[in-house]
């Protein structure tokens, strides 16, 4: 978790609380049933709609095709290379479409690996999967911080979220304070994204889907696991609840 001061967690909630409108217009509009939607890579690019206009109405169904993107991915993502701005934005659509409906406190079962803050260092990452174990072997829930500070935030968060759609019922990965627009623009993650791919539609790409990630964990009804921490006004995990994703609102 970040000692930070100045970073705080209130601002990855506070964006899904008040997406930017710029961004995010229209939340509520309700989009085709089709996880093989059409859409253009321009869609998810600054300047547009984002991947709110683009979410499907049912769960990403896994079949052979994108089994075998999904793995192509991850292999290449292996070797530290980045993917192209048009497989993420492929995979970011392929995202949330498993993201929106998980809940915003994820319930989890035993046994699970947790593994913190990240930041970057995509070959730790590489070794806490080794240490702890393969999916979908290994249970995993990472805490957030996948960005910012490290060298390499776009093949972290690249490789993180393909192994999440590879693997939706095996890997969690929740929001951290640096999953944030504000922040990445401060720590790296916005610089790192120019620096790629020469343009700040990666960088799009991925803060439009970190409002689709999940804020708390609960495990075995037991062990509640967040980034950062409660509000002081309200103490209860049921607090996490009331943040519906992307939506602008609080049930």
Not at 189 to 216: H, Q
Not at 222 to 229: D, E, M, S
Request: charged fraction near 25%; proline fraction near 4%.
């Amino acid at each position: 978790m970040d000692t930070d001061l100045d970073v705080p967690m209130q601002d990855a909630v506070t964006e899904q609380l008040t997406p930017t409108v710029s961004e995010d217009m229209d939340l509520n509009n309700n989009s085709s049933d089709n996880n093989a939607e059409e859409f253009s890579v321009d869609d998810l690019k600054p300047g547009s709609s984002g991947i709110a206009d683009h979410k499907s109405s049912k769960p990403l169904e896994l079949n052979n095709t994108n089994i075998n993107q999904l793995d192509q991915w991850i292999e290449h993502l292996s070797k530290c290379e980045p993917l192209s701005e048009d497989d993420v934005a492929r995979l970011c659509k392929m995202a949330v479409d498993v993201l929106q409906f998980e809940e915003n406190v994820k319930p989890i079962n035993v046994p699970v690996t947790i593994c913190g803050d990240v930041h970057g260092q995509f070959h730790d990452l590489l070794e806490l999967f080794k240490i702890g174990g393969p999916c979908p072997d290994t249970n995993y829930l990472f805490m957030g911080d996948y960005v910012d500070r490290g060298y390499y935030s776009v093949e972290t968060v690249s490789y993180l979220v393909a192994m999440k759609v590879r693997y939706p019922h095996r890997i969690t990965i929740l929001r951290g304070n640096h999953e944030s627009r504000q922040i990445t623009q401060v720590y790296g993650f916005y610089d790192e994204c120019l620096r790629k791919y020469g343009s700040a539609n990666v960088w799009k790409m991925f803060t439009d889907l970190f409002d689709y990630f999940p804020i708390t964990a609960l495990v075995d009804n037991k062990i509640f696991c967040l980034h950062g921490g409660l509000s002081l006004h309200d103490r209860n995990h049921r607090s996490g609840e009331r943040v519906e994703q992307n939506t602008g609102s609080a049930s």
